[in-house]
Antibody, heavy 118, light 113 residues
Framework: QVQLVQSGAEVKKPGASVKVSCKAS????????ISWVRQAPGQGPEWMGW????????NYAQKFQGRVTMTTDTSTSTAYMELRSLTSDDTAVYYC???????????WGQGTLVTVSS | DIVMTQSPDSLAVSLGERATINCKSS????????????LGWYQQKPGQPPKLLIY???TRESGVPDRFSGSGSGTDFTLTIGSLQAEDVAVYYC?????????FGQGTKLEIK
């Protein structure tokens, strides 16, 4: 069965960086993209961007351009999302999701809570 | 960016009754070359990730009960729950994937009356 298992919760100070991992199993990793979506407390989901796991091409939401990097390690079927220059506004649950190329997300990870606090 | 607006923000419906949630996009999400609406619906329960219910505006994801249906085209879409069950209590989101960023609506909270 398709599974996306994310790394554990993180607590970071303002100005720091965080890197969240997402290990996929149960399907051919390079046949689907990986999207990253975050959800601040009490808010709706916010799409951050997408990576083509076959060729590494990325498409970031303008809001995160310059501050986010999405990568993959195809040898371990793992995707990564690094977010830099964290502020308290980045406190959220971060999800990875399997993406039908350029379209909807059909399977989601369990989420990783990132808390930014001094 | 495409703005997705849902209505209502919250909804209370009796068990067994129909629930209807609307979603409007600020521009069309219908791709003319394949006649597909790039619109999905998700259900989210507390402490869980969103769950895909509907894609291409009206295609039900595998395993989703047939009481869930999606309709609409262009800029106006509807999610209908035909006969509300207790387990349907959740927040529902529409999402466009026509163009990045793949924006979500603000959500509709569905409760039992």
């Amino acid at each position: 069965q398709v599974q996306l298992v994310q790394s554990g919760a993180e607590v970071k100070k303002p100005g720091a960086s965080v890197k969240v991992s997402c290990k996929a199993s149960g399907y051919t990793f390079t046949n689907y993209g990986i999207s990253w979506v975050r959800q601040a407390p009490g808010q709706g989901p916010e799409w951050m961007g997408w990576i083509n796991t076959y060729n590494g091409n990325t498409n970031y939401a303008q809001k995160f351009q310059g501050r986010v990097t999405m990568t993959t390690d195809t040898s371990t079927s793992t995707a990564y999302m690094e977010l830099r220059s964290l502020t308290s506004d980045d406190t959220a649950v971060y999800y990875c999701a399997r993406s039908i190329v350029g379209a909807y997300e059909d399977y989601w990870g369990q989420g990783t809570l990132v808390t930014v606090s001094s | 960016d495409i703005v997705m607006t849902q209505s209502p923000d919250s909804l209370a419906v009796s068990l067994g009754e129909r629930a209807t949630i609307n979603c409007k996009s600020s521009q069309s999400v219908l791709y003319s070359s394949n006649n597909k609406n790039y619109l999905g619906w998700y259900q989210q329960k507390p402490g869980q990730p969103p769950k895909l219910l509907i894609y291409w505006a009206s295609t039900r994801e595998s395993g989703v009960p047939d009481r869930f249906s999606g309709s609409g085209s262009g800029t106006d879409f509807t999610l209908t729950i035909g006969s509300l069950q207790a387990e349907d209590v959740a927040v529902y989101y529409c999402q466009q994937y026509y163009t990045p960023p793949h924006s979500f609506g603000q959500g509709t909270k569905l409760e039992i009356k």
